[in-house]
């Protein structure tokens, strides 16, 4: 019902910043929130922010608060990942997803991306 595409990682110096992009495609995107997860080479799919579908909601994970950054545009159905401040163990795979609030916070989403990788560099 809903597919996800993400651009932007590549590849950045300790204390850049990249934005990535997740453009939606699909029916009834109006009933999903947005959100973002990441994995880390030889580590678990970790949650990285979540946002409604109106953006007035949003929610990180305590320790990337106030260098990452979600937004939305619900015009061209994007939803965007702002990093700033970045450190080598941001080193991931990056994921959209799409889903309702409480799914994508507990982490059991129904679509995915397929994911964008990012390398911060030391």
């Known amino acids: 019902q809903v597919q996800l595409v993400e651009s932007g990682g590549g590849l950045v110096q300790a204390g850049g910043s990249l934005r990535l992009s997740c453009a939606a495609s699909g029916r009834s995107l109006s009933s999903y929130a947005m959100g973002w997860f990441r994995q880390a080479p030889g580590k678990e799919r970790e949650f990285v922010g979540a946002?409604?579908?109106?953006?007035?909601?949003?929610y990180a994970t305590d320790s990337l608060k106030g260098r990452f950054t979600i937004s939305r545009d619900n015009a061209k159905n994007t939803v965007y990942l702002q990093m700033n401040s970045l450190k080598p163990e941001d080193t991931a795979i990056y994921y959209c997803a799409a889903d309702i609030w409480t799914r994508i916070v507990a982490g059991f989403v129904n679509y995915w991306g397929q994911g964008t990788q990012v390398t911060v560099s030391s």
């Open positions: 946002i409604s579908w109106s953006g007035l909601r949003t």
